[in-house]
């Protein structure tokens, strides 16, 4: 926990650190003041084709320009910003930021992937609300795809669905995000409309490692049940060309990890 002696009193800590209630007051009242200067801005990090290492689209990830601390990742703040409310706020803005930034990206075709927070979908209008962000910003919803994860599926499955179906209609097609962490079972997520499932980075990380075996076969039937039913895999966390091979001779199409591109600022991939 970082504590600033004298004016500024500046609190950032990690999930993980014990917090104290005066530390998330502290790191509220940043967030707020965050919100007002818009200092939330989108970085990007390529999907690839495993083949060729090709990007097929980047991913929108939410960094914070903090303004004495430089650029913060979201765990330094992202689960404070749910629980005092402020994440759909800040959403917004890094959504916002994020088409805009992002038309340059797409124009050879493409897309660009928006990490969405479950109580989003408490909202029955939030695929309208997305879609005006994306007639303001002069983004084609075409190239626009949502990360959700397992729990918001499991939220209010009926309600998630018809959201997920609507944005499908104005082509605004959906990935679930850190597949295989969650509680759902493969056997699920035939319900939702999906057009991608991301293999979490843990599954990826113990590709040729001791728990290789396991892991390989986690990964082929995730791989077998999303191929038979027309949807696309991404394995997450790739750092290694020896896990990209492995991932190509199981027959993983897409990618994404450090071994192809970090989050960058947009102007890093051409934005
Ligand atoms: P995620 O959506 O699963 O994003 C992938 C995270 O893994 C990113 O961390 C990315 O930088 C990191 N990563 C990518 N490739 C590798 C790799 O090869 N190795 C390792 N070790 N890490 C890799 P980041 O940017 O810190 O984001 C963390 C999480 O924050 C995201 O996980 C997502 O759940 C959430 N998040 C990011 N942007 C937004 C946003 O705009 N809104 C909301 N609500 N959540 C967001
Ligand atoms: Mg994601
Ligand atoms: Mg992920
Ligand atoms: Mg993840």
């Not at 650029?71 to 759909?88: H, N, Q, R, W, Y």
Request: proline fraction near 4%; hydrophobic fraction near 40%; glycine fraction near 10%.
């Amino acid at each position: 926990r970082a504590k600033g002696a004298g004016r500024a009193r500046h609190v950032l800590f990690d999930d993980s650190l014990q917090r104290q209630a005066t530390d998330v007051l502290a790191l509220e009242h940043e967030l707020r003041a965050a919100l007002a200067n818009e200092e939330f801005e989108p970085y990007f990090q390529p999907l690839v084709r495993l083949g060729d290492t090709r990007a097929i689209g980047y991913e929108a990830l939410i960094r914070w320009r903090h303004p004495e601390r430089g650029i913060l990742t979201p765990d330094k703040f992202l689960s404070v910003a749910e629980e005092c409310g402020l994440i759909e706020a800040i959403d917004w803005q890094m959504y916002r930021a994020a088409c805009a930034a992002a038309i340059p990206l797409v124009k050879d075709g493409g897309f660009i992937t928006l990490n969405i927070s479950p109580l989003h979908f408490q909202h029955d209008d939030f695929d309208e609300r997305l879609l005006k962000v994306t007639t303001e910003t002069g983004f084609d919803p075409k190239n626009l795809r949502i990360e959700v994860t397992e729990g918001t599926l499991l939220g209010d499955p009926e309600a998630v669905a018809r959201i997920l179906d609507r944005l499908r209609v104005a082509c605004v097609e959906a990935a679930l995000d850190d597949f295989g962490t969650g509680y759902s079972s493969l056997g699920y997520v035939h319900r939702f409309p999906l057009k991608m499932i991301k293999i979490d980075r843990s599954f990826v990380d113990s590709l040729g490692g001791d728990r290789s075996q396991r892991s390989s076969a986690v990964v082929g039937a995730i791989l077998a049940l999303a191929h038979s039913l027309g949807i696309e895999v991404v394995a997450e966390g790739i750092e290694t060309e020896m896990q990209r091979q492995a991932l190509v001779a199981m027959g993983c199409v897409y990618g994404q990890g450090f071994l192809f591109g970090r989050p960058q600022e947009p102007a890093h991939y051409g934005g």
